[in-house]
Each structure stands twice: as structure tokens, then as C-alpha cells.
């Protein structure tokens, strides 16, 4: 036929089709081997094969080198640590050194880090030191207020004491020790009232004195001050406040258990003579050792930080090195060792057209390593499915990925993106149309295309760079919501006469009854979309109703008819004429003769202005397709054009339903038992495409009835999914309503009673409210929700027509690749 | 009959944009058939939208009736 001769000669699409790809094996010598493999991981172009599946990590060749890189790696993170925990910017200074090998490489890094950790040690124990000075010079300085006032208060306490004691009569020991000091009263200091000084945590402190207090039985005096400053704790590095305390007490046995306690507390203690000369000696040498072990911490942490400065100029290019031959040993490791050839042996999948820079980089990798033996790189049959791989530009990338996230097309079946590209953009702006949100949707897309060299080499957040990513569609959606809100005629909900006057005026000069009975039309419809007569009459809502339900209808009989072509394009290729005349044809003619005459029916409708009711017309037509159809009657001969329809619809669901698992067994029982020729020239698949031939090796068995309730479901789908689907686009008449009644309110209840005011305090609040509400709710909650009702429209109701979606994705090992990967 | 005329616009509009687009982003055969493609399901995307918002207004069932504000 001349249009299969046509379509024959047709170049075959960019991006329909996954490219062709082919299985290849290549038999590497171990010198090259490693040359090899990163010129291929530059290139980008193929993906291997595990061939070592089977194996644990520890069990494959390049474990060590795998390990060794692993090593490398986390060396590199810790200095990254050190750098950011120092607060120092890691710059990259351009490579001024020449590349140096992994090897000397790990030395390097080995050396680094023991130096560094030495200076942190270092620092470690100095600031420790220096943290115990600092904690011994406020003791001494609190403290030594407490003892002042010691000597004055020492009756005191000696008669607190007393009373402790006879208070406490059944503590005999306590109190014998009591009494033996009380009979020494003329010497205080001697008097066995010691103290022990030292500090603490704040947040210990009340805890603390309430257990000195129940261990010594109450026989002590707790005096405490809030230190100066606060100190670095060496565990946390936080500040905390401390408390510096003194416990008075008597005796041998309560000192130990103090000691025990403030041990037990992390308290520290330390000794403050308690003549007041000495003090000021000690507290002046402890001043003198601060100032000096500053200067020394000081003079540390500078030739640390040099030390780091001159590690992060590289840091950024190791890091690169070594992620790069780490994912250079993980691929070796996928090879197969063949040991008594003395090479590797590789499998993996690559696409037709990049076999010559294939061959090409791994002559230069045997040329490279001095090696006598050339790469041997040869293609092999497959047995399973290759792996699907589209070419996008980064104009069509982010509607693949969108077509993607659903499911990866199968290898070499009709990718939908082709059409997405357009019809998605354009359902989305059927459910968003309003130019003037359209223009700032489009002002916010060229802004992102305009930075876009910029933003590309920055790391965004993860909703920037979703935004980033996805600039062409919302350039496209902006441009079709732009298109749709001119047909809609609606500019912030505000419409206008761009296009000529309105068809509808006054039924006289008067305009008595506008209000009643309402305008009339006088001449051709409005040449472009709606007309602005519509906006705020009482009518508005039933005919702009009315308008989008149908136009839902319409656009959506029109897609799924596209996805069912779709099929019939895969049935084509795929040579699979079971397809197209058990699948094809009786699903073209179940839609079309129901929705398909609907939209028919529509179109009539609305050319000949009759008031016929197409509810009615449709349900009577399966109620009772022979009554007279009286005022329902669109045209002449509609009922026996009904009732053909309708036996033709009953025909398809059963010519879909049986035929197909009763030819397949046929076909199954030919192939495999006798040989006759004239079946095989329709064999369902194409043997070198299809994994037909795996089935055939391991599937012997042809099991009817899984292949009968297969084929039984799919018919069910479809038929049902019929009604449902068609249904289901009436979402773009609900979201577009809504989209166009929020705008509408916020305009005349916002901005216009805002307006209405002399205030220009009250018009300002009026158009910031407007202004915010527009932004956050209609420019970001909309376009959302938009978005994601015109995906779903494409994945469920266009896609389930003819994608199958199960294949799987070319993931080609490349160094461009990796850097995306990790960090 | 401005049915008929638009339509045809339509299709000039189409046809002048896929000759544009051939012009600035002409790739191999298999590319320019793509634009192609593209081009052609815009085109018909839009023309559709347009012919349905006309087709609905020729001849209405109802009229507007305005609102007591107006």
C-alpha cells in the first residue's frame, strides 16, 4: 500500500525509538586493562555487564585496590572536616602542579594525616592544660572570698555544729568526732574545720550539694559563686558555666567521702592556701603560665590552619582522582579474571552508533599502555532485552525524565515523549488559562533560562534545582497558558475586547431588560476566543459550564484516539499483525463508536444550535436504540446510525477478547512441531529484536489460560476504561473552573473593594493581599495542582493505550556521571 | 465562513513555523522530523482549543444576562 511505502521511507524519528543497541564483548590484556576502562569511562558510551554477580565484595580481583581508594577517600573527608570544622574556605586554586599518580598520591595523603592529627593531639592536650589553669585561677579567685570571711565566721559555724550535732544523737560517730573537736575550741583553724575547694558544672551544682549534704550528714557548709567566665568544655567544645564552691567540713572520714563525690561529679578540685599572700603569689604565677600557653595554643592552631589552607587548593582535584579510579577498580571488578589467558574478559551493552569511538578509545588505550596485544572487541547475540536509550537534548531531557518517573519504556517501543513535549504544556495551561498569570510564569522561565550557565555550576537546593531542571517545561507551559487565557479572555480574571467588539448588545437602545431577559447576539461570534460579554453576567457559569465540559470531551476522545494510533505504529514495527487486526482495530472502533460519536454529536450540536439533549440522546441510544428520537434528532438518519454503532461496539469487545489467545496458541503449537512455512512469515515477533528467543529456549511450555485471563483483563481494562477515562478529563472543565473563580474572587473581593476606598492606606494593604495571594496561592498551589493533573492525565489515561513501560534504563559508566553521584 | 478562514490561517500559521524551524535549528533527517512532529501537535493542539471556544459561540443557546451591578 502506498501509505506503508511511505511510512517505510520515512527516517526513523530522533527520540521516538529507543536507539539501537547491541551486545558486545571485549577481551582486555592486563596491562591495558586499567588505560582502558577510564578512557571508556570518559567517553561515557557503555554499560557493563556484572559478570561477577555472584561474588561478595571481598571475594573479587581489585579488592585491595578497591580498598586502598576507600582509604583514600575517607583521608580526603577528614581533612574536608578539619577544613570546614576551622571555619576556612576551601578554594580551589587552579592547577598549578603537575597530575600526580594515585600511589604517590596515598603517601601524601598518609603524611598529611598523621601530621595533622599530631597538631590536633597537640592543641588537645594544651588547651586541656590551659582549661585547668583557667579553672584553678577562678578558684583561687572566688574561693579566696570565701576564706576571707572564714575567720570571722568560724564561732558561727562551730555553734551551727553544735547544734547539728545534738540534733542528730543517733549518729555516734559523727558526733564523738564533733565533740572531740568542740574540746578544742581556742584554735579554729586547727580545729579539724577543713574545706575543700574546687568547681563545677552549674547544672550539677544543686545535685552536688545535696549529696554532700546527706553523705556528711548534714555536717558541712556548702559556699558557692558563679564563675566570671565561662569555660570550653574539652568534650562537647560548648561553653558552659561553672560554679566555684567551698565545702567546709571536720574530719578524716568526710573528707574521703567528699573526695569521692566530687570525683564521682566531675568536679575538679583545687588546693587554695588559705593565707591570703600566698594566694595572690599563686594566682599571679597561674596568670603568667595562661598567658604563655595562649600565645602557644595561638601559634598552633595558625600552622594547623596553614596547613589546611595549603591542603584544600587540592582537595577538590584528589577527590576527583580518586572517586574516579575507585569507579575505574569497581568496573575492572565486574570483568571476568581469565587467569591462564592472562586477560580480562567483558560484557556490556553499547549503542549501534558509538561502536567506531568505542574501538577507536580502546586503540588508543593499547597504544597508550606500550601493549602488544590489541583490545578485542567484538558483538554478540543477546538473549535478554538491552537496555532503552533516548538521546535528549537538554531542551527534551526534563519530559523524558517525566516520562521516565511513570516507568522506562521498553526497549524500542513508541516513547510518548514526543508528544508530551507539547500535549503536556497544553493541558496543563487548559486547566491554568489566564494571560497574565501566563506572563509571569513566563517571566519566571526566562529568568531561569537566562541565568542558565550560572545556576547550572552552582548547587542549588533540592526545590531550586527541580525548578532549574524543569525551565523548558515551564517556558512551554507558560507560552500555552499565555495562548489559553487569551481564549479564555482572561487577564487576572479581567476580560477585554483585543479582538474586535463583543457579538452580544442591548436587545434596544434602552437596555431595559439586560437585566432579565439578557443581550442578544447580532452578528458573527467573537473572532477569538470568548466573549467579554460573558464575564460577570448572571449566565456566565451555565454556558462557560457547558463549554468546557464538552471541550473536555473533545480533547480527550482526541488524545486516547492518538494513544490508540500510538499502538498501531507498535504493533507495525514490531510486525506483530495479531496486534493490529485483535487489538487495534476492534479498540478504535469501541471508542469511537461510543465517545468517538459523542464528540460527533458535540461538534453538531453546537453548528446547528438544535436544543436537543445529548445526555438523554446517549443514554436511550444503550436504553432503547430503537424508540423515535423526536426533538433529540440532530441529523437524519441518526437512530439506524445509533443502533449500528452501538452492534458495532457490542461486536469489538468480544473480537478483542477471544480471538488473540486462541491464534497464539496456534501459532506456538506450528512453531514447534512441524516447520510450515507460510505461518512463520507472521510470526508474532521479530526474533532479533524480541526475546523470543530466550523464550523459546527456556520457555518451552505455552500456558493458555495465563495468556486467556491476560488478554481477558486487558479487554476489561480498556472497555472500562472507556467510560472512566473519558470521565476522567473532565478535569481540565474542574480545574480550570476553579482556577478561574479563585481569581475572580481575589480580584473583585480583594483588589476592587481595596480600590473603592479614598484610603491610600487601604489600597495599598488591598494590593499587597491581592498581590500575595495571587503569588502563593494561584501562581505556586495552582500551577501544582495543574501540573499534576495534566501528568496524571498522561501517564493513566494516554499512556495505558499503548506503553508498556517495563524496560530499563542505559546507565553507561562515565566520570561525567559520577561526580553527579556522590557527595 | 470565518470559520473556514481562521482554519486556514491556522495552517499557514503551521506551516510558516515549521519552515522557520527548519531553518534555525536544522539537525540530521530524524531530528527535523521530530520539530516537525512537535510543530504540527502544537498547531493542531491549538487550533483545536480555538475551534472549540467558536464553535461553541455560533449559535448559543443561551445569552448573557448581566448581574444587578453592571
Same mark, same amino acid.
Given at each position: 500500500m502506498a501509505i506503508d511505502e511511505f511510512l517505510d521511507n520515512l527516517p526513523p524519528m530522533d527520540l521516538m525509538r529507543s536507539e539501537k543497541m547491541t551486545l558486545v564483548q571485549l577481551i582486555i590484556p592486563v596491562e591495558s586493562a586499567h588505560r582502558a576502562i577510564s578512557y571508556l569511562g570518559e567517553l561515557g558510551l557503555v554499560q557493563f555487564r556484572d559478570?561477577?554477580?555472584?561474588? *561478595?565484595p571481598f571475594q573479587r580481583t581489585f579488592v585491595n585496590q578497591v580498598k586502598r581508594c576507600a582509604e583514600m577517600s575517607r583521608k580526603l573527608r577528614f581533612f574536608k572536616d578539619q577544613i570546614s570544622k576551622a571555619g576556612l574556605l576551601s578554594s580551589a586554586r587552579p592547577a598549578m602542579q603537575p597530575d600526580i599518580e594515585l600511589e604517590e598520591l596515598e603517601i601524601q595523603l598518609a603524611d598529611h594525616e598523621h601530621e595533622l592529627n599530631e597538631m590536633n593531639s597537640n592543641s588537645e592536650n594544651l588547651r586541656q592544660s590551659y582549661n585547668e589553669l583557667l579553672e584553678f585561677k577562678m578558684v583561687l579567685q572566688e574561693a579566696s572570698g570565701f576564706l576571707v570571711s572564714h575567720d570571722n565566721h568560724t564561732v558561727s559555724e562551730e555553734r551551727e555544729l553544735d547544734e547539728n550535732v545534738y540534733s542528730n544523737n543517733s549518729y555516734v560517730e559523727t558526733a564523738s568526732l564533733l565533740e572531740q573537736d568542740m574540746m #578544742? %575550741?581556742?584554735r579554729p583553724d586547727q580545729s579539724g574545720l577543713r574545706f575543700v575547694s574546687g568547681i563545677i558544672c552549674k547544672s550539677k551544682v544543686l545535685r552536688f550539694e545535696r549529696m554532700l549534704f546527706r553523705a556528711t550528714r548534714g555536717n558541712m557548709l556548702f559556699n558557692q559563686a558563679l564563675a566570671d567566665e565561662q569555660i570550653m568544655?574539652?568534650? &562537647?567544645?560548648e561553653m558552659v558555666e561553672k560554679v566555684v564552691f567551698v565545702v567546709f567540713f571536720s574530719g578524716e572520714q568526710a573528707r574521703t567521702k567528699i573526695l569521692k563525690i566530687c570525683e564521682a561529679f566531675g568536679a575538679n578540685c583545687y588546693p587554695v592556701p588559705e593565707d591570703v599572700t600566698k594566694q595572690r603569689q599563686i594566682t599571679r604565677e597561674v596568670s603568667l603560665r595562661l598567658a604563655d600557653l595562649e600565645t602557644t595554643l595561638d601559634a598552633g592552631i595558625r600552622h594547623r590552619n596553614k596547613a589546611l589552607t595549603s591542603l584544600s587548593f587540592h582537595l577538590a582535584k584528589w577527590m576527583n582522582m580518586v572517586r574516579r579510579e575507585k569507579a575505574v577498580y569497581d568496573t575492572l571488578n565486574m570483568?571476568? /579474571?581469565d587467569v591462564t589467558k592472562k586477560c580480562l574478559l567483558g560484557e556490556g551493552w553499547c549503542p549501534i552508533f558509538a561502536k567506531t569511538k568505542v574501538q577507536e578509545a580502546l586503540q588508543r588505550a593499547t597504544f597508550d599502555s606500550s601493549s602488544q596485544v590489541g583490545i578485542i572487541f567484538h558483538v554478540m547475540d543477546a538473549i535478554e532485552s538491552p537496555p532503552t536509550y533516548f538521546r535528549a537534548n537538554h531542551f527534551t531531557s526534563p519530559f523524558q525524565e517525566i516520562v521516565d518517573a511513570y516507568g522506562v519504556a521498553r526497549y524500542q517501543e513508541a516513547n510518548p515523549a514526543v508528544y508530551t513535549v507539547i500535549t503536556f504544556p497544553f493541558l496543563f495551561a487548559v486547566m491554568f488559562g489566564d494571560w497574565g498569570h501566563g506572563i509571569c510564569l513566563l517571566l519566571g522561565a526566562l529568568v531561569l533560562i537566562a541565568r542558565e550557565s550560572k545556576l547550572s555550576s552552582q548547587k542549588l537546593g533540592s526545590f531550586m534545582e527541580m525548578l532549574f531542571g524543569g525551565r523548558y517545561v515551564l517556558l512551554l507551559m507558560s507560552l500555552f497558558s499565555i495562548y489559553c487565557g487569551l481564549i479564555y479572555n482572561e487577564f487576572f480574571s479581567v476580560p477585554f475586547h483585543i479582538f474586535g467588539g463583543s457579538a452580544y448588545k442591548c436587545?434596544?437602545?434602552?437596555? &431595559?431588560?439586560a437585566h432579565s431577559v439578557g443581550l442578544v447576539k447580532f #452578528?458573527? =461570534?467573537? =473572532? /477569538?476566543?470568548?466573549? %467579554? *460579554? !460573558? #464575564?460577570? *453576567? #448572571? *449566565?456566565e457559569l451555565p454556558f462557560l459550564n457547558s463549554l468546557k465540559m464538552k471541550m473536555s470531551i473533545l480533547l480527550g476522545v482526541a488524545q486516547m484516539n492518538l494513544g490508540i494510533i500510538i499502538s498501531y505504529f507498535n504493533a507495525r514495527f514490531f510486525a506483530s499483525s495479531i496486534d493490529i487486526r485483535y487489538q487495534f482495530v476492534p479498540q478504535i472502533i469501541f471508542l469511537n463508536s461510543l465517545f468517538g460519536y459523542l464528540s460527533l454529536l458535540i461538534i453538531i450540536k453546537w453548528c446547528t444550535g438544535? +436544543?436537543?439533549d445529548l445526555y438523554h440522546v446517549m443514554i436511550y441510544m444503550f436504553? &432503547?436504540?430503537?424508540?423515535a428520537l423526536g426533538e433529540n +434528532?440532530? /441529523? !437524519?438518519g441518526q437512530r439506524p446510525l445509533q443502533i449500528i454503532l452501538l452492534v458495532l461496539a457490542l461486536i469489538a469487545v468480544p473480537w478483542m477478547l477471544f480471538p488473540k489467545p486462541f491464534i497464539l496458541k496456534k501459532l506456538h503449537t506450528e512453531r514447534f512441531q512441524g516447520r510450515s512455512y507460510g505461518i512463520l512469515n507472521t510470526s508474532e515477533m521479530d526474533l532479533e529484536v524480541e526475546p523470543d528467543s530466550a523464550r523459546s529456549q527456556y520457555h518451552e511450555e505455552f500456558n493458555f489460560s495465563e495468556v486467556f485471563v491476560h488478554q481477558m483483563i486487558h479487554s476489561i481494562e480498556f472497555v472500562l476504561g472507556a467510560v472512566s477515562n473519558t470521565a476522567s478529563y473532565l478535569r481540565l472543565w474542574a480545574l480550570s473552573l476553579a482556577h478561574s473563580e479563585l481569581s475572580t474572587v481575589f480580584y473583585e473581593k480583594v483588589l476592587l473593594l481595596a480600590w473603592g476606598y479614598d484610603n491610600f492606606a487601604v489600597k495599598l494593604i488591598g494590593l499587597a493581599v491581592f498581590a500575595f495571594a495571587t503569588a502563593f496561592i494561584l501562581l505556586m498551589m495552582e500551577t501544582l495542582s495543574a501540573f499534576l493533573h495534566a501528568l496524571r492525565l498522561h501517564w493513566v489515561e494516554f499512556q495505558?493505550? /499503548?506503553?508498556?513501560?517495563?524496560g530499563y534504563k542505559f546507565k553507561p559508566f562515565s566520570f561525567a556521571s559520577l561526580t553527579e553521584d556522590e557527595d | 465562513m470565518a470559520f473556514v478562514v481562521t482554519t486556514l490561517i491556522f495552517g499557514v500559521v503551521g506551516i510558516i513555523a515549521s519552515l522557520l524551524v527548519r531553518i534555525c535549528f536544522s539537525g540530521g533527517p530524524s531530528a527535523n522530523l521530530l520539530h516537525f512532529t512537535l510543530v504540527v501537535t502544537a498547531v493542531v493542539c491549538s487550533w483545536m482549543m480555538w475551534a472549540i471556544v467558536y464553535l461553541a459561540q455560533m449559535k448559543p443557546l443561551i445569552v448573557p444576562i448581566l448581574s444587578e451591578g453592571e
Open positions: 559478570l561477577n554477580a555472584d561474588k *561478595s #578544742r %575550741p581556742g568544655d574539652p568534650l &562537647s567544645t570483568l571476568n /579474571f436587545r434596544d437602545a434602552t437596555c &431595559s431588560d #452578528r458573527d =461570534p467573537y =473572532p /477569538f476566543g470568548v466573549d %467579554p *460579554s !460573558w #464575564r460577570g *453576567s #448572571r *449566565s438544535s +436544543q436537543a436504553l &432503547s436504540p430503537t424508540d +434528532q440532530l /441529523f !437524519w495505558n493505550k /499503548f506503553y508498556h513501560g517495563d | -
